[in-house]
């Protein structure tokens, strides 16, 4: 069974501050790994995602994730927080043998932004 | 492209009705899914559909069903509507194959009074 555990449900930074969130995950096989944002009243939005190859995945907005196998971790990062990036922010994950595209979401982490 | 299209966005019920809720995928995702998103349990994986067939399902009651139509359109129906069943539904359309990410629509807003 795979599972996903988000570090901090809310998360506060200053506007231009780095902005790390977390997400560990376990799978019992080598997993697919999504980053997805939700805007209050919408639906979720692709971020970035891992499936094979380079560890470090660039997405959309300037956010980019690590995926670090031995530390079973997914973190995702920017160098630069914006007003506009404050949302609540969902790790997820998928096993890759399954032959479905059914994710497991972490609990999610509201990122708040002050001037 | 359009995006995925869930109707209606909101809907306000009574304990005890049924509701069918729908969802239009993006064009050429053939597979379809659906989510409960709720304050306490966060996002729930309620079922998956492929070229009209379900082939996973989550940990729900039977109440709650879904389908697939030939056209990649898919519907959920919850039957005698608990106040627990008040959330966020969310319909989310993929493309075949592993770790093709999900495309979520707005969602419906299910509330039971």
């Known amino acids: 069974a795979q599972s996903v555990t988000q570090l901090g449900s809310h998360v506060s930074v200053s506007e231009g501050a780095l902005v790390l969130l977390r997400c560990n995950y376990s799978?019992?096989?080598?997993?697919?790994l999504f980053w997805y944002v939700q805007y209050p009243n919408q639906g979720l939005q692709l971020l970035l995602k891992y499936t094979t190859g380079a560890t470090l995945v660039k997405g959309i907005n300037g956010f980019e994730a690590e995926f670090k196998k031995s530390e079973t971790s997914f973190h995702l990062t920017k160098p630069s927080a914006h007003m506009s990036d404050a949302a609540e922010y969902f790790c997820a994950v998928s096993e890759s043998d399954s032959g479905y595209s059914t994710l497991t979401f972490g609990k999610g982490t509201m990122l708040l932004v002050s001037p | 492209k359009a995006g995925v299209t869930q109707t209606p966005r909101y809907l306000i019920k009574t304990r005890g009705q049924q509701v069918t809720l729908s969802c239009s995928p993006i064009?050429?995702?053939?597979?379809v899914s659906w989510y409960q998103q709720t304050p306490g349990q966060g996002l729930q994986f309620l079922f998956e559909y492929f070229s009209e067939t379900q082939r996973n399902k989550g940990n729900f009651p039977g109440r709650f069903s879904g389908r697939q139509f030939s056209n990649s359109r898919s519907e959920m129906n919850v039957s005698t509507l608990e106040l627990g069943d008040s959330a966020l539904y969310l319909c989310?359309?993929?493309?075949?194959?592993?770790?093709?990410?999900?495309?979520f629509g707005n969602g419906t807003r299910l509330t039971v009074t």
């Open positions: 989310a359309s993929s493309q075949p194959g592993q770790g093709s990410p999900l495309h």
């Open positions: 799978s019992s096989v080598p997993p697919y």
């Open positions: 064009s050429g995702h053939r597979s």
